[in-house]
């Protein structure tokens, strides 16, 4: 037999024992004795260094025939090739039949990496052969040999999650180019088999990257990308020989139109004074399942033609170079890879793009929300680079929005917007979520006082030196809003002495070293992981709870000292019940309201302590908890109140939360009528002195209920 594999690589036989074998002596011994292999010879090559182990291998058939009635024997030659650099390497299978029917056989490489071997060999493992084989030995090996041959002919080679490709190696470079935009092209084309032009750029030689848009006469390119494509005849064959020269396309049907593309290139573009001597060829090669590594049905299969536009010579005979095709980053892939093709996103508002914040905003938009308007007025210091997303020192000076916007554009080769503007006089803010990152209790009133502002809030804010990370996501229609779950959350300190702790956690007065602008900008000392890890919160809430109604908080428990104890823990809000007494807004959270009015299925009254908080600046009393002292006299038509546990429990709340909760008012229940206050009501109202700027008085009344503002005498 000539033009055999013994032929092309001038193997030299050599003896088992040798020298030459002896850092393959665990391959040949697991060879020797495995039931399924005998080993013929062992050959070296002067062009290929390693070993050859030939081996007749026994192959067990199906009674009903071997699958597809592909051209296999129940005894069939291979050679196991093992690089020199064994056993760092997994060994290669190479075929010793030339007519061994590989057109037929999914799961083959083309070619044995890092040498100059280009024929086809079985991809025995999907993931990466090498650490597999190391982990796993040369016996193990063996049986895998075996295995793929089983599968091979009982049909199970092909699996139902796709149609596998072969896997290239040694090929002469890459080109990136966006699938999805491929596709697009031969949907929209009005004939079904059709080529366009595309503009190509390339890095270094051996890197192209082909853009999103067809190719312009301006465009100075070194040479053309043709994008060839046949969308009704599906191909299940696999192209089982290199592609050397431009003949060995004719198997795909997309490939009838290069030569007509190549004359019409020449007519319209072809500039006589640019040497143009290659053009780049994608051809999208219809299969019969989904391709694996393209989530579409067409595998994308790339050369590089060397095709004279000058000579205009017989294309069949061009040499022809294979390309490792690779899909650009999409929308639609990023949103594959992240697993959020079904979560809704709605556009984002980032308030903020420091270390948090930036961390944060592009951990969103590598999971699918790329539709971002980017707001900081703060510009890129040396030092933010510890921290701070961006690590490129050339980037330092720049406003940090900016910044963030570029990174994100460069991903998806789009522009992002951001704006330099002070976020307080944001005056038009666009649709959707706002992020906030900022830490600053400034843009916290400014987004609770102004009323264009009606776009659900997730606050996000690092404490305790890093140990907690506190993200606050509001309701619908802002109920409950971000002070309402600050105070929701306060209360929580009184069962969860973490909380208690946090609140009454004491910033170091004097720290290592202030960083900053003049006297007004001080950083504190945190590492970047301890910020990433706070980061990574926020966009699972985001995927988690984008779509619920309901306000959450979550605390993100961290201590780089101690690993063990770090928790999440995630609390769903209370609605507030929202009233108005004047200037005054009154938030009482519906819990607490539905406890009080049960009290008027009695048929006597009842009174409470009213626990909570009062802004001043917002003008607002907010109600998270009620005390009823145990000793209460009631009667039908009067209460009075006790005093018993009252101190206690008022000491209680204040020392928990650091005095952030407090007595803020009054409650009591009327049986009958609309709330109307009784003249010992109204007598106990002029009485009051309130401790705060303001308290609250309420009654409750089975037609309705009343709210009373008692405010500081002058």
């Known amino acids: 037999m000539t033009n055999t594999i013994f032929d092309s690589y001038e193997f ?207 465009e100075r390119e070194e040479f053309p990308c043709m994008f060839v494509f046949d969308r009704t005849n599906v191909i299940s064959k696999y192209n089982s020989t290199p592609l050397e020269a431009e003949k060995d396309l004719r198997s795909f049907p997309c490939e ?69 095709t690779i899909s650009s980053v999409s929308h639609e892939m990023i949103e594959r890879l992240s697993g959020t093709e079904s979560v809704k996103k709605e556009p984002l508002n980032i308030f903020g793009c420091g270390a948090l914040g930036s961390n944060i905003a592009i951990n969103l938009f590598r999971m699918g929300y790329i539709e971002q308007k980017l707001y900081d007025e703060d510009i890129l210091y040396p030092h933010n680079l510890i921290r701070h997303f961006e690590s490129n020192g050339l980037f330092i000076g720049w406003p940090k929005s900016r910044i963030m916007a570029c990174e994100m554009g460069s991903i998806l080769g789009k522009k992002v917007e951001y704006h330099q503007e002070d976020i307080l006089k944001i005056d038009n803010l666009k649709e959707g979520f706002i992020v906030d990152s900022t830490a600053s209790k400034r843009i916290l009133y400014w987004e609770l006082q102004n009323k264009k502002i009606r776009n659900r809030i997730l606050r996000s804010e690092i404490y305790m030196g890093g140990k907690l990370g506190i993200s606050l996501f509001e309701g619908k229609e802002k109920n409950p809003d971000l002070m309402d779950l600050q105070i929701q959350l306060y209360k929580k300190a009184l069962n969860n002495q973490a909380i208690s702790q946090w609140l009454t956690y004491e910033e170091e007065e004097n720290m290592p070293f202030h960083i900053g602008v003049g006297c007004s900008s001080d950083t504190m000392v945190l590492d970047a992981a301890t910020i990433s890890n706070h980061a990574s919160i926020v966009p699972h809430l985001m995927k988690k709870n984008a779509c619920s109604d309901r306000g959450m908080i979550c605390l993100n428990f961290f201590d780089g000292d101690d690993l063990s104890n770090n928790h999440i823990e995630i609390y769903e809000a209370t609605e507030m019940v929202v009233s108005q007494v004047d200037d005054w807004a009154i938030h009482i959270e519906t819990e607490i309201q539905v406890k009080v009015s049960n009290y008027l299925n009695e048929s006597i009254e009842n009174a409470g302590l009213w626990i909570g908080m009062v802004d001043e600046k917002l003008h607002r009393i907010t109600v998270v908890d009620t005390y009823i002292p145990p000793d209460n006299k009631r009667q039908k038509n009067n209460v009075t109140m006790g005093k018993q546990g009252v101190w206690e429990y008022i000491k209680d709340i204040t020392t928990k939360t650091n005095g952030l909760l407090q007595y803020v008012g009054e409650w009591h229940t009327h049986t009958i009528g609309n709330g109307t206050p009784s003249p010992c009501d109204l007598k106990t109202f002029a009485e009051t002195k309130p401790s705060n700027i303001a308290f609250l008085m309420t009654i409750f009344a089975p037609l309705k209920t009343r709210h009373w503002v008692i405010q500081e005498k002058e």
């Open 12 to 218: 030299t036989k050599i003896a088992a024992g040798s020298e030459e074998t002896a850092k393959y002596a665990s391959l040949i011994e697991s060879v020797e004795k495995n039931n399924s292999m005998t080993m013929l010879d062992l050959y070296v090559s002067p062009l290929v260094p390693g070993l050859f182990i030939h081996v007749l291998l026994s192959i067990s058939i199906p009674s009903r025939g071997v699958f597809d009635g592909m051209d296999i024997k129940n005894k069939e030659e291979i050679l196991i090739f093992a690089k020199d650099n064994y056993p760092y390497s997994a060994p290669a299978i190479l075929f010793v039949r030339n007519d061994f029917p590989t057109e037929s056989i999914p799961h083959l490489n083309l070619g044995v990496s890092d040498t100059p071997i280009k024929r086809l060999n079985p991809c025995l493992y999907r993931g990466d052969i090498d650490e597999w084989f190391w982990q796993n030995g040369p016996d193990a090996y063996c049986d895998r040999v075996n295995a793929w041959f089983s599968d091979l002919v009982n049909g199970q080679l092909i699996k139902e999650d796709g149609f596998e490709i072969r896997r290239q190696e040694n090929t002469s470079g890459i080109v990136e180019v966006n699938f999805d935009f491929l596709e697009r092209n031969i949907d929209s084309f009005g004939k079904d088999k059709g080529y366009v032009f595309l503009a190509m750029g390339t890095r270094d030689g051996n890197y192209f990257k082909v853009f999103d848009h067809e190719y312009r006469p301006n």
């Open 256 to 324: 009838s139109r290069i030569a007509h593309g190549l004359r019409r290139f020449r007519a319209k573009f072809y500039n006589p004074n640019q040497k143009t001597d290659k053009v780049m060829v994608i051809m999208a090669v219809k299969r019969p399942l989904q391709v694996i590594g393209s989530f579409s049905e067409y595998e994308f299969i790339t050369v590089l033609m060397h095709y004279d536009f000058e000579t205009n010579p017989d294309i069949y005979n061009c040499p022809i170079e294979e390309m490792l």
